[in-house]
């Protein structure tokens, strides 16, 4: 199942044109609040009529303005989970999911219980949603829209309402949702940490039209998206595999470049994952350094040098199998004669990987 979007629509004062593909797996669109995320959002779900563009669904097409075709929005079979998870208050947990599960297709929906178990709600099927917490209602939320059957899953920012906590418990429930539904989703968000955990597929809008979209990975480790992602926001993510569970509390990991200690992970050795290491995390080093505190360093060679405007430079680097970033000084770059070819480490302080950055290998 795949999306494509080209569509343009006038407001007073702003106007969109955005045109991009969404194959299977998690679309991210990103960025600053105003950038017309949301409304792209609207337009796919039919909530927004175009002034012209066409949007299709696999072999569907959902609206052409040249064609005068508009599905009506109960038609799309599409399903919507907004910022709130908008549950009907009289009705329990239980009664809201199969309140998704009337609305499928020929009466054929996801599996009730496989579906309960994923989302990890079965202690909460006889409650009232005035008794949920906001992470519990999300997952509700998100439970009532897969069992509508939907082709296609609308996410607009379900995690922006909650508090760190919250979110760091329903986002390992998100990441099974990509692995073990092959539902696709169109998910809205301006947290990186959740589109470097979630998306497979990056668009990246600004102003109401879309600067750049690809594979997340390869969005992600590009020098030159860092000013769309933000300095501070932009790092890559290596894949590692849990080798050991350390007596001193720290986790071992095995990377392509080589080993990773991280505070305890809670995932038995074996277990495959992301670490998303930010960019401002990394210092590098033309040899490997000695008396250091830092337990992670990397052999690196340097594959781009970006120089900002600024004092700033974003160094592109290999470590292994895997890309990653270092946001280092203009100063420290020309010192340190960085350039592509480059053989250096990577110095990464164990405590600076927080566990919102560790998730599930794509």
Partial sequence: MSLSVRFAHRFDGFALDVAFEAPSGVTALFGRSGSGKTTVVNAVAGLLRPDNGHLQLDETVLFDAERKISVPVHQRRLGYVFQEGRLFPHLSV????LYGRWFAACGVGADFDHVVEMLGIGDLLQ?????????EKQRVAIGRALLANPRLLLMDEPLAALDEERKAEILPYLERLRVETDVPVLYVSHSMAEVARL??????????RVIRSGP????????ENVPALGVRAA??????????QEEDGLTRLQASAGPLFLPRVDAPPGTRLSIRILAQDVILSRARPEGLSALNMLPVTVTAVRLGD??????????GEDLMLARIT??????LQLEPGTECFAIIKSVAVAQSDVGGAW
């Fill in 216 to 223: 997340a990975a390869d969005m992600l480790s590009d020098p």
């Fill in 310 to 319: 600024g004092p700033g430079a974003i160094i592109q680097l290999q470590a």
């Fill in 127 to 135: 409650r009232q949603p005035g008794r949920l917490s906001g992470g």
């Fill in 235 to 244: 790092g890559a993510s290596l894949n590692a595999t849990v080798a050991a």
């Fill in 330 to 335: 203009r100063r420290s770059a020309l010192a």
């Fill in 199 to 208: 998306a497979t597929t990056l668009v990246l809008m600004d102003a109401g």
């Fill in 94 to 97: 239980r009664q809201n999911l």
